[in-house]
Nanobody
Framework: QVQLAESGGGLVQPGGSLRLSCAAS?????MYWVRQAPGKGLEWVSS????????DYADSVKGRFTISRDNNLNTVYLQMNSLKPEDTAVYYC????????RGQGTQVTVSS
């Protein structure tokens, strides 16, 4: 089973930026970022194909977040800009859009 490890979360002010990383134990063609806000269910955020060409975003993050990957490192990234308080959540990378196979997550808190 693929092992995933997220990192890069933290506390940031509204309007700030963070870059999340997800290191995988092996190559996975489709990779996903999902998040879980306090008291809410998992929400799909973004996805990327194996070549890094086909990407997609939830409407709530479109234009602010960018997903990318480095297949030499088996690592997927999520660049998050113009962060809002409603982006506060635990962010997970996963092997399906429902959050299957996700790692332990990394906390992102957007607050002044």
């Amino acid at each position: 089973q693929v092992q995933l490890a997220e990192s890069g979360g933290g506390l940031v002010q509204p309007g700030g930026s963070l870059r999340l990383s997800c290191a995988a134990s092996e190559f996975v063609f489709w990779m996903y970022w999902v998040r879980q806000a306090p008291g809410k269910g998992l929400e799909w955020v973004s996805s990327i194909d194996g070549g890094g060409v086909d990407t997609d975003y939830a409407d709530s993050v479109k234009g602010r977040f960018t997903i990318s990957r480095d297949n030499n490192l088996n690592t997927v990234y999520l660049q998050m800009n113009s962060l809002k308080p409603e982006d506060t959540a635990v962010y997970y990378c996963a092997t399906d859009y429902l959050g299957g196979g996700r790692g332990q997550g990394t906390q992102v808190t957007v607050s002044s």
